[in-house]
């Protein structure tokens, strides 16, 4: 899953940046979005795995 996360911020980065060499304003915005999606989708994930980090935590000391 985090592997997704960072290869849409990735691919994002790719068009924004060729999207910006070539003065293509809608790719450039679709990489911007596909990176900034990517990154929220690695904090979710994150916040996630940290909850269950605690959950299992709790469920340990029962």
Partial sequence: MAEDNK???????????????????????EGKED???G?????VDNAKEKANDVIDKFKGDK
Avoid: H, M, R
């Fill in 7 to 29: 290869f849409e911020q990735a691919k994002g980065n790719i068009k924004e940046t060729v999207g910006n060499a070539t003065d293509n304003k809608n790719l450039e915005q």
């Fill in 35 to 37: 990176k900034t999606s």
């Fill in 39 to 43: 990154k929220a989708k690695e904090v």
